[in-house]
């Protein structure tokens, strides 16, 4: 008897205790939700799992151990405050091997396939079943499309385009196109647009809605167009068409699903699954109840719907329109991690931290073939002071408020995201980032390689409100599909910037400060490597403003700053490139030096010394002294820099140290390593692509090229733009134009309204590509002639008698 009364104690003991002590729950496809949930006991959902767990959240430290196999969530999984850990008792959702526990957003189907005509079959499926997306043995299939699908066209649009592809002639092919989707890229390819095709009308011209996923409206490019979802273009393999429709006489049977299967496949004995959920899970928190110190690790997320309709909320003056969301959502949370997971072909936004956030932390994910982002951050609006939505949009500078920093703490700060793989981003969406950072402070992106991307790898929307650290990174292969940005990318336009530079240039002589109202905080983008052939490696765009980069690698496409304040670059390396100063202020204050630039600087729309606090000197050049100062000498710079052969370690193995004989360390400049850029984790890394490495190449030749042409009309100077500043203008090579310059008050052309920094695109309606046809077209001309011109990249017609 008193040997049982010594183990009840010692039981009540171990009870009183317990809370030292971890939960486990455990979680297996062949659970019972019944079941206890302990060893042995597995229950079978998550969301089973989550009611468990929740019971001992934060005061318990709890694991919930997740058995290798698929998961198809019924509906979101919602985590909140009541799920919360608290930094001594975490609460982990943790697959038990890495990448077997699969969280799905889909379901899986039972077909019955019948061959029907020109290798496609088709199955019935259940009344009401909706599918977004097409999966067939893991592999996501291509919605019927025109043109056809091309892999081989990675740096083509869609992969494949054609500026008929819902012309009234092709559409005359089609019985009823109603639910297609067209998507073309922007006017000058500044991302894309989308639309739901809504039929034909009388006259058989298509008829379609939506256009609002980009915050330029500007029109859809005339060629770079696509169509999907249309039953008569089920012409390839791995294309599908799934009807809904009511039958009727020649269209496809309705609830049917039509497969065209790649060769080898065999449909009775593949798997087939389709998308049902946007959000796998969400954390739905606040500032004053956030969801805490939960982490969910070694998953792989899939099947989560594409999101490219509902792409409608403008970012601030960017040309950015996002989706709210992703397979992954987080609001209102701190300490949440996301460890070790796959995100595997998920239909838009990888990670979405929305709005508040504290300390979260993105690490060891391989993110790949998403259709939008791979990891957003994204505050509110209204935490901003006088925030502008669209490009053309402007303050008064007179009174805005002059108070710095945030509204609001209702904004994503002290996120991480490290030591992870992310590419392929952007198979549905044109205007994604590897990682995207929007109303944001001090968000950190380290250690990670992003490449393959349809516009840029890593994208910094506006100055609010810095503090941003970018380290390690390997970014390449970006800007595939759009033009006119960067691997990195930013824009600065903050509450002092205006369109019309001179307006702003006013109250900042007036107030110094005003450009750091928004930008608070420096941000630092350094020890990395960036490689970007259709743009810049960086891009500081637009009023990028308090920005300190060093000790970069850029393979290809050179440093680029435009309309900026206090951008500190020393120690940096330029492959066969240089720096692009676009567009700047005259108080900038911007400091350039002991960096190694290859060729000449390349500014647009800069013509007269700087001389106030801004510094661009001692730095070096593979090029010519002569070459090099034509242009720096009109700028007041580069009086101490240094000229000859850099004397690089290895470059043909990418290892661009210089010998310690090199002229180039008399400019200051220190060697860095070459071996520390991005992902770290073996796994990962084992995995990763690397950029190519470009051949160090004859610098005599690129800094010989030719002056762009000009010549006097009216008094002005015309002027053909060079390949650097299409990007100044705003425009496209596709629509260019002459650049106007040295107008003079009271003179014929300012009479007529002309302006220094006008770009003549049309006249009389016939393109304006060089000043040859400029010429031809003005001979032609007659009586009054009416002219489009572009100034401060809006467009507007002026007129002028002959």
């Not at 390349?602 to 801004?614: G, H, L, S, V, Y």
């Not at 160090?696 to 030719?706: E, L, N, P, V, Y």
């Not at 733009?721 to 300012?750: H, I, M, Q, W």
Request: glycine residues 8%; hydrophobic residues 35%.
């Amino acid at each position: 008897m008193k040997k049982q009364t010594l183990r009840v104690l010692c039981s009540l003991l171990g009870t009183i205790t317990s809370s030292a002590h971890a939960l486990d729950v455990y979680v297996s496809p062949e659970g019972l939700d019944s079941n206890s949930g302990y060893l042995g006991k597995p229950v079978a959902s998550l969301a089973a799992a989550q009611q468990k767990a929740r019971e001992y959240a934060g005061r318990e430290a709890v694991t919930v151990h997740v058995a290798n196999g698929i998961y198809y969530l019924p509906q979101t999984l919602v985590f909140t405050q009541e799920d919360s850990g608290s930094i001594k008792y975490p609460v982990l959702y943790k697959a038990q091997h890495e990448g077997g526990a699969v969280l799905s957003g889909g379901a899986e189907l039972t077909l019955q396939w019948q061959q029907s005509e020109n290798g496609i079959y088709k199955a019935k499926t259940p009344v009401g079943l909706v599918i977004d997306q097409l999966f067939i043995n893991g592999e996501n299939q291509r919605m019927a499309r025109y043109p056809n699908y091309d892999p081989q066209k990675k740096a083509e649009p869609y992969q494949g385009y054609a500026s008929d592809a819902f012309s009234k002639e092709r559409a005359a092919n089609w019985a009823d196109p109603t639910g297609g989707y067209i998507h073309a890229m922007h006017r000058s390819r500044w991302g894309g647009y989308h639309y739901m095709i809504t039929g034909k009308d009388d006259d058989g011209e298509v008829t379609y809605e939506g256009g609002w996923q980009n915050n330029r409206q500007m029109g859809m490019h005339w060629g770079y167009r696509m169509v999907e979802n249309i039953f008569e273009e089920l012409d390839a393999e791995g294309e599908w068409y799934h009807n809904t429709k009511s039958h009727s006489s020649g269209a496809p049977q309705t609830n049917t699903l039509y497969y065209k299967p790649v060769a080898g496949v065999d449909l009775n004995a593949a798997k087939v699954e389709v998308v049902r959920l946007r959000h796998l899970v969400e954390f739905q928190g606040s500032e004053t109840s956030p969801v805490s110190n939960i982490t969910l690790q070694g998953f792989v997320v899939r099947h989560a719907a594409r999101t490219f309709m509902d792409t409608k909320e403008p970012l601030l003056r960017s040309d950015w329109a996002m989706y709210r969301g992703g397979a992954i959502m987080l609001t209102g949370t701190e300490h949440v991690k996301i460890l070790d997971t796959e995100f595997d072909q998920v239909g838009g936004n990888a990670i979405f931290v929305n709005n508040y956030n504290r300390n979260t932390l993105i690490k060891g994910c391989h993110i790949h073939d998403t259709g939008a982002s791979g990891v957003s951050f994204v505050g509110d609006p209204n935490a901003v002071r006088d925030p502008l939505f669209e490009y053309h949009e402007t303050n008064d500078l007179t009174k805005i408020d002059r108070t710095p920093g945030p509204k609001t703490p209702n904004y994503p700060a002290l996120g991480t995201v490290e030591d992870c793989l992310i590419h392929n981003i952007g198979t549905v969406e044109r205007q994604p980032a590897g990682v995207q950072i929007s109303m944001a402070m001090n968000i950190t992106v380290r250690d990670t390689s992003i490449y393959d991307t349809a516009r840029a790898g890593i994208n910094v929307s506006e100055g609010t409100w810095g503090g941003h650290l970018i380290e390690r990174v390997d970014v390449f292969d970006t800007v595939l599909e759009t033009h006119d940005h960067g691997s990195f990318n930013s824009w600065g336009r903050d509450r002092f910037w205006h369109k019309d530079r001179s307006i702003s240039q006013v109250e900042i002589d007036k107030d110094p400060n005003l450009p750091y109202l928004d930008a608070i905080k420096t941000t630092i983008i350094r020890d990395s490597r960036w490689r970007s052939d259709h743009g810049w490696d960086i891009d500081l765009d637009d009023g990028s403003s308090n920005y300190d980069i060093y000790n970069n690698l850029m393979l290809a496409g050179g440093l680029k700053f435009r309309e900026g304040f206090r951008r500190h670059a020393w120690n940096n390396i330029t492959v066969n490139r240089g720096f692009f100063p676009h567009v700047w202020y005259k108080t900038s204050k911007d400091q350039v030096y002991s960096n190694i630039f290859m060729v000449p600087h390349k500014p647009a729309r800069m013509r007269t010394p700087f001389i106030d606090e801004t510094r661009v000197d001692k730095n070096f050049y593979a090029s010519p002294k002569s070459a090099v100062m034509k242009i720096s000498k009109n700028l007041g710079w580069d009086q101490n820099s240094v000229f000859g052969e850099p004397m690089f370690v290895d470059p043909v193995n990418g290892d661009f140290r210089v010998k310690e004989n090199s002229p180039v360390l008399k400019t200051g400049f220190k060697n860095f390593p070459m071996d520390q850029f991005g992902v770290k984790k073996p796994s990962l890394k084992a995995i990763a692509r690397t950029p190519l490495i470009p051949k160090f190449g004859d610098m005599s030749i690129i800094s010989s090229k030719k002056n762009p042409k000009t010549m006097t009309w009216f008094g002005m100077t015309l002027s053909e733009l060079t390949d650097t500043e299409f990007s100044a203008y705003g425009v496209s090579k596709e629509s260019a134009g002459v650049a106007l310059s040295d107008v003079k008050a009271g003179d014929r052309a300012s009479r007529a309204g002309f302006m220094d920094g006008d770009l003549i695109q049309m006249i009389n309606g016939q393109g304006m590509l060089n000043l040859k046809k400029f010429e031809r077209a003005f001979v032609a001309a007659k009586g009054t002639i009416k002219l489009k011109v572009v100034r401060n990249q809006q467009v507007l017609e002026l007129e002028m008698t002959l």
